[in-house]
C-alpha cells in the first residue's frame, strides 16, 4: 500500500509539473525573458527554500544543515543545477518549435533515461567507495529502457504528425513548428535536464539523521535549482539587456495578474520535486522503485503533458493511426512506471 502511496504522490506531481504552462498563458505584455524568470523566482528560490526548511527538524537550524554538510558536495549539487539551468532553457524552446506534448516527451523523455543513469556514474567517479553502480541493478535498466521505448514510440508518432499535416495545420497547431530543429533542441534540453537528477545523487547526504524521511531530498533539491536560477537569471536579464525588455518590470498595471499566475505556475512547476520528495518517503521498502523514481517522475510528466497536448489541439488534424500510436506511447510509459517492481 505504501508504494502504491508514494507513487500516486509521484503521479500528482507529474500533473502540476505538466500543467505549469497553462498558467503562463495568463501573463500579459510582458516578453518571455521577463515572465520566465519572475515566474523562476517562485519556482527555482522560493518554494524550494521553504520546502528545504521542512527537512530541519526542531532543535536545530537551517544554517546548520548546510554547515554540517560536506563542502565539495554542495559545491556539485550547485554545479549540475547550473548545468540543469541549460536544459531548463532550451526546454521552452523544445515546446516552441514542437508544440506541448512533443516537446515536453522527448525533452523529459531524455532527461528520465539519461537522469536515473547519469547520477550513479558519476557519484561512482568521485566517490568509487561508495559502489553507487550497485543502485543500478537489471530491474532498473529495464526500467528505463522500457521508458525510453514509450517515448521513442511518442516520436514516432510525432514525426508522422510532422508528414501527414500541412504547413498550415502545423502552424494552426504550434505556431513556430519545426521538427527537425525542435527534435535537436530537445535532446539537449533532455541531456542537460538530467544534470538535476545527477545533484540530488551528491546532494542527497545534505540532511539531519533525524529528518523525516518524505522531506530528505528537498535540501539538495533547493541547492541544484539555486544553481539553476543562476544560469536562468544570466540568460534572461541579458535577454532584457538585448531586446530593451527592462520596461516589462515597470507596467504597473499588469504586475498583479501576472505576479499571480507567475506564483501558479512556479508552485505548479516545483510540486514535481515537492512530491518527488515525498513519494520516495514511501518507497525506501522497494530500492528499485527508489532509484527510478526520478525516471517514473518524468515519464508521468510526459504522460500528462499529452493529455494536456490533445485537450490543446496540438494533435487536431491528425490521423487515427497517429492518435494510435500516440496512445500506445503512452501506456507503454504508464507500463514503465510499475513494471520493475514486477521483475
Known amino acids: 500500500m505504501e508504494l502504491l502511496i508514494g507513487l500516486l504522490i509521484i503521479a500528482i506531481g507529474a500533473f502540476c509539473q505538466s500543467s505549469c504552462y497553462v498558467p503562463i498563458n495568463k501573463i500579459k505584455d510582458w516578453s518571455w525573458e521577463s515572465y520566465w524568470i519572475v515566474q523562476g523566482v517562485f519556482a527555482w528560490l522560493v518554494l524550494p527554500l521553504l520546502g528545504a526548511m521542512l527537512a530541519v527538524p526542531a532543535g536545530h537550524s537551517f544554517c546548520e544543515l548546510f554547515a554540517a554538510a560536506n563542502s565539495f558536495n554542495i559545491w556539485m549539487t550547485i554545479l549540475f543545477g547550473v548545468l540543469w539551468g541549460v536544459g531548463g532553457l532550451t526546454f521552452g524552446l523544445s515546446m516552441r518549435y514542437l508544440g506541448v506534448a512533443l516537446g515536453q516527451s522527448i525533452a523529459l523523455g531524455t532527461c528520465a533515461g539519461l537522469g536515473t543513469v547519469m547520477g550513479p556514474i558519476m557519484l561512482n567517479v568521485f566517490f568509487p567507495e561508495l559502489n553507487a553502480l550497485s543502485a543500478l541493478t537489471f530491474s532498473v535498466i529495464v526500467g528505463v529502457v522500457v521508458t525510453l521505448l514509450g517515448i521513442a514510440i511518442i516520436g514516432v508518432a510525432g514525426s508522422m504528425k510532422a508528414a501527414s499535416l500541412s504547413e498550415e495545420e502545423k502552424k494552426a497547431a504550434v505556431k513556430d513548428f519545426n521538427f527537425p530543429k525542435g527534435i535537436a533542441i530537445a535532446l539537449l534540453s533532455g541531456f542537460m535536464s538530467g544534470c538535476f537528477n545527477v545533484g540530488l545523487e551528491f546532494g542527497k547526504g545534505i540532511s539531519f539523521a533525524d529528518t523525516d524521511p ?7 533539491t533547493f541547492l541544484v535549482t539555486f544553481g539553476g536560477f543562476v544560469t536562468n537569471a544570466i540568460y534572461c536579464f541579458y535577454q532584457n539587456q538585448k531586446n530593451n525588455t527592462w520596461g516589462d518590470y515597470k507596467k504597473s498595471g499588469v504586475w498583479g495578474n501576472n505576479l499571480l499566475f507567475c506564483l501558479l ?20 521498502e522497494s530500492p528499485t522503485l527508489t532509484t527510478l523514481a526520478f525516471c517514473i517522475l518524468m515519464a508521468l510528466n510526459v504522460v500528462f503533458s499529452n493529455v494536456w497536448g490533445i485537450i490543446l489541439k496540438e494533435w487536431k488534424g491528425c490521423s487515427q493511426k497517429t492518435i494510435a500510436v500516440l496512445i500506445l506511447g503512452i501506456v507503454v510509459l504508464i507500463v514503465s512506471s510499475f513494471l520493475p517492481q514486477l521483475i
Open 265 to 284: 505556475a512556479g508552485a505548479l512547476w516545483y510540486s514535481q520535486f515537492f512530491g518527488l520528495s515525498l513519494g520516495k518517503g514511501f518507497l525506501t
Open 214 to 220: 518524505m522531506f530528505v531530498t528537498l535540501p539538495a
